[in-house]
T-cell receptor, first 110, second 113 residues
C-alpha cells in the first residue's frame, strides 16, 4: 500500500527565515510526486510535479526536490502570504489515483 | 477558464436526511475524483471516474454513499441516510489525464446535526 508521511505537522517561521518541509513516501514504482498548497476554506492548488530522483522545480520562493525516498519543499525568505498548508501526493505507476499526505501547516510571522 | 465548480458550498442538515453534492469538472478533463477531508483523517479519496466510468470506489465508506457521473460535465455524490460522522469538507477534483495534476474545487462543507 502506498504511504506518504509529511513532517513537521506544523512549522512557524519568522518572515525571511528559510526552512524545508519533508515528504517521505513508499510507493510501488513512482509515476509522479505532486506538491499542493491549500489555503483555509479553499481546495488544494497545484504547485509542482516531480517525476524522477534528482529532479528540481522552482517557483518564486519555493523549490521542490526529489530523491528515491523523499521530497523536500524548500522555502527561501518566506513572506506572510506563504502561510498555508502544503500537501504532498504520490501516484504509483500502476494507478490512476494519488495518495496524499496529512500536510504541513506553515505560518510565517511578519 | 472556469475551474472545478462545486455546489452547494455549505450544507447543514439533520441526521437521516439525503444529501446530494454536485460537481462540474473542467471541460476536457477525463478524470474526476471525489475526496473527503477531516482533521482526523486528512484528505481521503472516495471514488474516481475515467471518461464517466467509475474506476475505483474502494474509498467509499459505506453503502450509504453513492456517486454518479451521467456525463462529462457533471457528477454527484449522494449520502443516504446521512449521519453526524459524515460531517466533513468534500472536494471534487479533475485532471486532464491520469498522470497530470488534479485541479480542485473549493469544496462543500457538510454538517450533519
Amino acid at each position: 500500500e502506498d504511504q506518504v508521511t509529511q513532517s513537521p505537522e506544523a512549522l512557524r517561521l519568522q518572515e525571511g527565515e528559510s526552512s524545508s518541509l519533508n515528504c517521505s513516501y513508499t510507493v510501488s514504482g513512482l509515476r509522479g510526486l505532486f506538491w499542493y498548497r491549500q489555503d483555509p476554506g479553499k481546495g488544494p492548488e497545484f504547485l509542482f510535479t516531480l517525476y524522477s530522483a534528482g529532479e528540481e522545480k522552482e517557483k518564486e520562493r519555493l523549490k521542490a526536490t526529489l530523491t528515491k525516498k523523499e521530497s523536500f519543499l524548500h522555502i527561501t525568505a518566506p513572506k506572510p502570504e506563504d502561510s498555508a498548508t502544503y500537501l504532498c501526493a504520490v501516484q504509483a505507476s500502476n494507478a490512476g489515483k494519488s495518495t496524499f499526505g496529512e500536510g504541513t501547516t506553515l505560518t510565517v510571522k511578519p | 477558464d472556469a475551474g472545478v465548480i462545486q455546489s452547494p458550498r455549505h450544507e447543514v442538515t439533520e441526521m437521516g436526511q439525503e444529501v446530494t453534492l454536485r460537481c462540474k469538472p473542467i471541460s476536457g478533463h477525463d478524470y474526476l475524483f471525489w475526496y473527503r477531508q477531516t482533521m482526523m483523517r486528512g484528505l481521503e479519496l472516495l471514488i474516481y471516474f475515467n471518461n464517466n466510468v467509475p474506476i475505483d470506489d474502494s474509498g467509499m465508506p459505506e453503502d450509504r454513499f453513492s456517486a454518479k457521473m451521467p456525463n462529462a460535465s457533471f457528477s454527484t455524490l449522494k449520502i443516504q441516510p446521512s449521519e453526524p460522522r459524515d460531517s466533513a469538507v468534500y472536494f471534487c477534483a479533475s485532471s486532464l489525464t491520469f498522470n497530470q495534476p488534479q485541479h480542485f474545487g473549493d469544496g462543500t462543507r457538510l454538517s450533519i446535526l
